[in-house]
């Protein structure tokens, strides 16, 4: 793999992406809005991935081996991207998200086994529904027609659709577990979250009955969404560690890295914190790992990225 576009790439693992990429000698070139500079040694080509001529005048003549497409969150802009790069790429790999296989964003998710992992088939690209008439071109329509978290999950399971459908390329869709920083912080604060209130000795909200969920780290999907691109499957691949973890077990980290207790308080049809889940859809890695992909444990690397998260708290 020699030639790569990555869209996105400015942040967190997006930004270790394109450097990895770099720094194994392939040729990259990163598309975004150019809210910040690349890294030296790329390419840099701005364009908004919503709007299709300035999209395809940016990108010109170019062509690729791979497309690594990092900020693909509707059907309408898979549709925009597929008619962009489909004569310019052979393999586009979409970084996608385990929100897809949420029970409660899709009346069409097979209800999931407890302590049974989820896998690939669950969500099936090439028969889920795209329905028309969706705005998804309009992010002020959408709101009124799904919630955030509906929006969220059911724009990557039909981005997914349109991209495996008549696909002009070989098409792979990486669904990330919740990404925790070792080698950078994770903007998201879902970490500090919980930080910030075991070291205050405030209680963390959580589900009555809760399950686990899936983890990954920052480094670690980024060196998969390398592989993904150099590799020859297609299809959706899982992207986790090895070993779930329960909000409660992550809290028992934290409590264990700052020497505190954990407090909980039950929220009862409320808002729980965000790792608290009252339903299950952890992932099982399997696909990934047999096809090759070595992935690490949770627990080896989480005390890193508490400890980073504690670090941030404090202001050092
Ligand atoms: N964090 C998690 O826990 C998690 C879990 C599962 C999946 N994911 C997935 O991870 C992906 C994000 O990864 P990342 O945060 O590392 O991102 P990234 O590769 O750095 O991409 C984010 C950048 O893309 C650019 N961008 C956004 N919209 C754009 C547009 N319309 N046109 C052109 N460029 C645009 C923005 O930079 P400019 O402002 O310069 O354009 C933005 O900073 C998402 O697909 C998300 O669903 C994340």
Known sequence: MNNVCVIGGSRYFGRRLIESLRDSGARVTVINR???????????????????KALGAAVGNREFDAVIDQVCYTPYQAAIARRVFGRRTS???????????????????????????VTEEAVDPASWPVPPGQPWHDPGRMEGV?????????????????????????????????????GARDFTGRLEHYVERILAGRPVDVHRDRFPTSFINDEEIAG??????????????????????????????IAAETGRK?????????????FSFDR???????????????FSTTTDWLPKAIAMAIDLRKGT
């Open 280 to 294: 299950h859809y952890a992932m099982g890695n399997g696909r990934a790992a047999r096809l090759g992909y070595a």
């Open 224 to 253: 998969l969404l390398f592989w993904a691109a150099g590799a020859e499957f297609t299809g959706a691949v899982n992207a986790s560690s090895h070993g779930e973890l329960s909000v409660t077990g992550l809290c028992d980290l």
């Open 146 to 182: 799904f919630g955030e978290a509906t929006r969220y999950a059911e724009g990557k399971r039909q981005a997914e659709a349109v991209f495996t459908r008549e696909s002009p390329f070989a098409f792979v869709t990486v669904r990330s577990a919740h990404v925790l920083g070792i």
């Open 34 to 52: 150019g809210s910040v500079p690349p890294p030296p040694g790329i390419t840099h080509l701005t364009a908004d991935r919503d709007d299709e």
């Open 262 to 274: 954990a407090d909980y308080r039950l929220v009862d049809g409320g808002e729980a914190s965000p």
């Open 91 to 117: 393999r586009y790999v979409m970084t996608s998200t385990m929100e897809v296989y949420d029970p409660a964003t899709s009346e069409l998710i097979p209800p999931a086994v407890p302590e049974v992992p």
